[in-house]
């Protein structure tokens, strides 16, 4: 890890904190899930993968089944969560295994950093997610000009709308390519080539595309 990363986790910390202290609206379940940062992973390796905010659902999950809690559990409770460490060892962006600690060669960061069901949230106005995206862009935006990084992965289609919006707001992008979310090839059919969860091709499908991404930031990291 790079030596300024200790120096980077807490001054993000703090950021986050003064966004809940600012807007006390905001949902804040830092005190019962304080292993829920929001963020993992290497910021300065020059590729970034961005969702939209954490699962409560998958957090509550985690609460049951996990004895030790670390924020290394974030993105390893769900077998979409697996899934999507499975894609990243494999390529080269995280080092030993699916469940071993650090060995990150990437950076892992939600847009809105505190929890909510995701059915919640998604049945929200488009307006009021804005709102709620805007009121974190100043994190954002710190992370991104720390960090600066060559490539960001928009996990879903949704987060690239954010990150669009977000961008005429202000935020500076580098290069953005688009996968699908690691939730939907694991927990919701391909309706359309009536394909379901977890199926055989879709999964080799998500890997390849995780494969490209990879690929495409070496080549920009190289230029």
């Known amino acids: 890890m790079e030596s300024g990363y200790d120096d980077y986790n807490r001054n993000l910390k703090k950021r986050i904190a ?11 379940e830092r005190k019962e899930y304080p292993w829920i940062a929001g963020f993992l992973g290497n910021p300065f ?3 970034w993968f961005v969702g939209e905010n954490p699962s409560l659902r998958t957090v509550e999950k985690a609460a049951k089944h996990i004895t030790v809690f670390t924020e290394e559990n974030q993105w390893n409770v769900s077998k979409g969560d697996r899934l999507f460490r499975q894609a990243l060892v494999k390529c080269g962006l995280k080092l030993g295994s699916v469940d071993s600690p650090g060995g990150w060669n990437c950076y892992i ?17 488009w307006q009021n997610r804005c709102h709620v995206a805007e009121t974190w862009l100043p994190v954002l935006r710190w992370e991104m000009d720390i960090s600066r990084p060559k490539m960001v992965v928009a996990m879903g289609k949704q987060v690239q709308r954010l990150l669009d919006y977000l961008h005429i707001k202000g935020l500076a992008l580098p290069h953005v390519e688009i996968v699908p979310h690691y939730s939907y090839i694991a927990f919701r059919q391909d309706a359309k080539r009536r394909l379901g969860p977890m199926d055989k091709q879709r999964v080799t499908e998500y890997l390849a595309e995780i494969s490209r991404v990879t690929n495409l930031f070496h080549q920009l990291a190289a230029s």
């Open 18 to 28: 003064r966004v809940f202290a600012e807007h006390p609206e905001r949902r804040d």
């Open 45 to 47: 390796r020059g590729i």
């Open 109 to 125: 960061t939600d847009i809105v950093k505190e929890i909510d069901y995701a059915n919640s949230w998604h049945k929200q106005s």
